[in-house]
């Protein structure tokens, strides 16, 4: 079965560059149609989409944060990597990868890891 | 500010039927491109109830379904249950580059 993992530090400081890593099983990201994506949730608020990597290597990023933004794969491990750069308080919230599917008018996420809780302070 | 509008909140008492509105744009869900809805539990994960508007994943519940018409999209959940108490987002893909994909959200309570 499909299960993803997040894993990364629960507390950055501010500047600080956040690297988060998903290690996945299950499934492989050389496989036409399917790619990773993040999502992160700050506390009581709504699912932000952030990026996605898909089996091509084809990068898709959130505009307002492309940026900050950079995500990788290594098929060998079963593991993608987003870096967000130049860290705020703003960015505080639960990170999120998630196997994701393009299909043929939309693209969505089936299979989602348990979330890992980022705190941006000082 | 996200480009599929939801309603903040619904309710419904056990049994009953409830809709969730998803409402979007030419840019999205109007040109075309599929809505899918997730239901995110207190303290857990998202998890994908209904993919390209109308499609479930194995082992959910027939008391789910969704539906799309023009620039909106719904999900009917029928049978109201007290564990259907979450909360729900419609996705979708928008041309409009916004990197927008997910409506803000509609938390559901079951009275």
């Known amino acids: 079965q499909i299960t993803l993992k997040e894993s990364g530090p629960t507390l950055v400081r501010p500047t600080q560059t956040l690297t988060l890593t998903c290690t996945f099983s299950?499934?492989?990201?050389?496989?036409?149609?399917?790619?990773v994506g993040w999502i992160r949730q700050p506390p009581g608020k709504a699912l932000e989409w952030l990026a996605n990597?898909?089996?091509?290597?084809?990068?898709r990023y959130s505009p307002s944060l492309k940026s900050r933004l950079t995500i990788t794969k290594d098929t060998s491990k079963n593991q993608v990597v987003l870096r967000m750069t130049d860290m705020d308080p703003v960015d505080t919230a639960t990170y999120y990868c998630?196997?994701?599917?393009?299909?043929?008018?939309?693209?969505?996420?089936?299979?989602w890891g348990q979330g890992t809780p980022v705190t941006v302070s000082s | 500010q996200s480009v599929l509008t939801q309603p903040p909140s619904v309710s419904g008492a056990p049994g009953q039927r409830v809709t969730i509105s998803c409402t979007g744009s030419?840019?999205?869900?109007?040109?075309?491109?599929?809505v899918q809805w997730y239901q995110q539990l207190p303290g857990a994960a998202p998890k994908l109830l209904i993919y390209a508007n109308t499609n479930r994943p194995s082992g959910v519940p027939d008391r789910f379904s969704g539906s799309q018409s023009g620039t909106s999209a719904s999900l009917a959940i029928t049978g109201l249950q007290p564990e259907d108490e979450a909360d729900y987002y419609c996705?979708?893909?928008?041309?409009?580059?916004?990197?927008?994909?997910f409506g803000g959200g509609t938390t559901l309570t079951v009275l």
């Open positions: 990597i898909w089996w091509d290597s084809d990068r």
């Open positions: 998630a196997h994701s599917v393009k299909a043929a008018r939309t693209y969505y996420f089936d299979y």
């Open positions: 996705q979708s893909y928008d041309s409009s580059l916004t990197g927008k994909l």
């Open positions: 299950g499934f492989s990201l050389t496989t036409g149609g399917v790619g």
């Open positions: 030419r840019s999205n869900i109007g040109a075309g491109y599929d």
